[in-house]
C-alpha cells in the first residue's frame, strides 16, 4: 500500500497573492486613517462647542473664528473652515453643520473618496 503525500501550507503564487492583498489593505489603512482621524478631532471640537452655553447668539464670522482657532489648537491646519462650515439660524436655534469631502490619492488617477457631515445645535 502506497501512502500519498498531500500539499501543506501556500504554494508561491498562493503567496504571492496573500502578499498583494494585504500589501493593498494597508496601504488604503494608511491612507484613510489620518483622514478619519482628522474628522474625529473636528466631532470632538463641535460637541464641545454645542455643550457650551451662549455661543447661540454669536456672530456668525465669530463662531467661525472659534472653530478656527479651536481646530488649530488641535492641529488640523489645512482645513478651509469658510467653505465647509455652515451656520444655519431659525427662529428658536442655531446650528453648525459640517460638510465636507477628502480626496487622497491611491495609486495614479485611482483616488480614495471620503464624505462627511456632522451638524452640531448650539445652545443659548
Same mark, same amino acid.
Given at each position: 500500500? !502506497?501512502?500519498?503525500?498531500?500539499?501543506?501550507?501556500?504554494?508561491?503564487?498562493?503567496?504571492?497573492?496573500?502578499?498583494?492583498?494585504?500589501?493593498?489593505?494597508?496601504?488604503?489603512?494608511?491612507?484613510?486613517?489620518?483622514?478619519?482621524?482628522?474628522?474625529? !478631532?473636528?466631532?470632538?471640537?463641535?460637541? &464641545?462647542?454645542?455643550?457650551?452655553?451662549?455661543?447661540?447668539? &454669536?456672530? !456668525?464670522?465669530?463662531?467661525?473664528?472659534?472653530?478656527?482657532?479651536?481646530?488649530?489648537? *488641535?492641529?488640523?491646519?489645512?482645513?478651509?473652515?469658510?467653505?465647509?462650515?455652515?451656520?444655519?439660524?431659525? &427662529?428658536?436655534? !442655531?446650528?453648525?453643520?459640517?460638510?465636507?469631502?477628502?480626496?487622497?490619492?491611491?495609486?495614479?488617477?485611482?483616488?480614495?473618496?471620503?464624505?462627511? *457631515?456632522?451638524?452640531?445645535?448650539?445652545?443659548?
Amino acid at each position: 500500500m !502506497t501512502m500519498r503525500y498531500h500539499q501543506r501550507g501556500l504554494g508561491f503564487a498562493g503567496w504571492l497573492i496573500m502578499i498583494l492583498v494585504f500589501g493593498f489593505v494597508i496601504t488604503i489603512a494608511a491612507k484613510l486613517t489620518p483622514i478619519y482621524m482628522d474628522h474625529n !478631532t473636528m466631532t470632538k471640537v463641535l460637541d &464641545k462647542m454645542g455643550e457650551e452655553s451662549g455661543l447661540a447668539g &454669536k456672530y !456668525t464670522d465669530d463662531l467661525r473664528d472659534m472653530v478656527v482657532q479651536r481646530f488649530k489648537l *488641535n492641529n488640523i491646519r489645512d482645513f478651509d473652515v469658510k467653505k465647509n462650515l455652515q451656520v444655519v439660524r431659525d &427662529k428658536n436655534s !442655531t446650528q453648525l453643520i459640517l460638510d465636507y469631502e477628502v480626496r487622497t490619492p491611491l495609486i495614479s488617477n485611482v483616488d480614495l473618496v471620503a464624505s462627511f *457631515n456632522k451638524s452640531i445645535q448650539l445652545r443659548e
